[in-house]
């Protein structure tokens, strides 16, 4: 089965800080990544969508300049939280769509600590 | 986005007996799908059942589909202490859309 890596798994951060989270599809490729973010008993919010080779979609209310996304190969794909603050403290999970099929895979998730 | 409810938003119930979750969306869909996760952890897939679809099954697992409705329903029978999770729907549109959620349905089985 298709497996997505996610690293790391968890991080603990000081407030000011940059994070850089990587997603990677092991053994399959993905045109397009999805990151989502999941605060304490809520559900999953998507953040933005990465496509290889071109600039990430953003949900409304995510700041593109917070949250870089990088997808610059068919594998892998990078969220880095830039100038980190606790409110950003959150489990981020990334999940990769299978090239021409209708299949979603997701990353075991990173937690995020910021203090 | 979230494209919809679930409910009941948490369910307890004894071990041996039935859960049933409800799903609701607003948008058309390429397929719903749900999810199931334990506390702190990442999710497991459960079951995919397309739109042209009404009913699944996967063991203990029963998926139902009534799109004139924009609703699903996940029924586990004979409920273990280890199906204590939070569950959650997830729909899916054409191409390249991403899996919208529901806001999930936290079960607790009590032994």
Same mark, same amino acid.
């Given at each position: ?115 | ?18 859960? &049933?979750?409800?799903? $609701?969306? =607003?948008? /058309? ?6 999810? @199931? ?26 998926? &139902?589909?009534?799109? $004139?409705? =924009?609703? /699903? ?6 409920? @273990? ?31």
């Amino acid at each position: 089965g298709a497996v997505v890596s996610q690293h790391p798994s968890w991080v603990i951060c000081k407030s000011g800080t940059s994070v850089k989270i990587e997603c990677r599809s092991l053994d399959f490729q993905a045109t397009t990544m999805f990151w989502y973010r999941q605060f304490p008993k809520q559900s999953l919010m998507l953040m933005a969508t990465s496509n290889e080779g071109s600039k990430a979609t953003y949900e409304q209310g995510v700041e593109k300049d917070k949250f870089l996304i990088n997808h610059a190969s068919l594998t892998l794909s990078t969220l880095t939280v830039t100038s980190a603050h606790p409110e950003d403290s959150s489990f981020y999970i990334c999940s990769a769509k299978r090239t021409a099929t209708d299949t979603q895979y997701f990353g075991p998730g990173t937690r995020l600590t910021v203090l | 986005s979230q494209q919809g409810e679930e409910d009941p938003q948490a369910l307890s119930i004894q071990e041996g007996e039935n859960a &049933t979750m409800n799903c $609701s969306y =607003k948008t /058309s869909i390429n397929n719903l799908q749900w999810y @199931r996760q334990n506390s702190g952890r990442g999710l497991v897939h459960l079951i995919l059942i397309r739109s042209n679809e009404r009913e699944k099954h996967s063991g203990r697992l029963r998926v &139902t589909l009534d799109t $004139s409705k =924009k609703s /699903s329903s996940l029924l586990i029978t004979a409920s @273990r202490a280890a199906d204590t999770a939070s569950y959650f729907c997830a729909t899916d549109g054409s191409g390249n859309t991403p899996l919208v959620f529901g806001k999930g349905t936290r079960l607790s089985v009590i032994a």
